[in-house]
């Protein structure tokens, strides 16, 4: 009999081994499951971020003058003006606008100038968003609410209330093309029904405007 309780307790034991062994084998699968996961998310993330980096930099068609606010912060617009060659030729045009860029000291880079059908299209970056109002002669902001409410810039509680972290401010009609989804708009803004990201600005005589993003 002692013999065969020493060959029962071995079998015991022997299972009690095995279901630790296959406890040990499920929760290192678990870990490395997690692990991969979270890998693939971490792609899947970076991928994202490049590609919306990518995009928001990349030159499209405007068909009216436009102002985009990159990820990064950078600034660029896309000048759009019907143009006349009997009233002012294109020489002419282009040296004053290199003049007045080269007048900004660097703060305003020139990305090209385009002339076809009878349109005048102007491309532009900005160090900062003063570069641009300066450049321009007109109103405009693009910065964080902190930073625009530290300058003096005070919004109404309905546009505190959305929860928006930046804004751009307006005194000029053109699109604003944004990196997030515009939570609010004030004056005459329109957010264009198929892209969340843009609004159609029409102020007039000097009138602000502003989105929240």
Request: glycine content about 8%; overall charge negative.
């Amino acid at each position: 009999m002692p013999q065969a309780n020493n060959s029962y307790n071995r079998s015991r034991r022997k299972k009690k081994r095995k279901r630790r062994n296959r406890a040990k084998v499920y929760i290192a699968r678990f870990i490395f499951g997690l692990c991969v996961l979270g890998i693939l998310v971490f792609l899947f993330w970076g991928a994202y971020k490049v590609y919306a980096i990518i995009t928001d930099g990349m030159s499209q068609d405007y068909e009216v003058t436009t102002v985009t606010v990159a990820r990064n912060g950078s600034i660029k617009e896309t000048i759009i003006e019907e143009f006349n060659p009997g009233f002012y030729d294109e020489a002419s045009l282009k040296a004053d606008v290199e003049s007045k860029i080269s007048a900004s000291g660097g703060k305003v880079e020139y990305e090209g100038l385009d002339f076809s059908n009878g349109v005048a299209t102007l491309k532009l970056e900005y160090e900062t968003d003063d570069d641009m109002a300066a450049f321009n002669d007109e109103i405009f902001y693009a910065d964080t609410i902190d930073n625009l409410v530290s300058q003096g810039v005070s919004f109404d509680s309905a546009a505190i209330k959305t929860g928006g972290t930046h804004a751009v401010i307006v005194s000029e009609p053109l699109d604003i093309r944004c990196p997030k989804k515009i939570l609010y708009t004030g004056g005459a803004v329109t957010i264009d029904e198929d892209n969340e990201k843009l609004a159609h600005c029409t102020t007039e005589d000097g009138s602000i405007a502003f989105v929240i993003y």
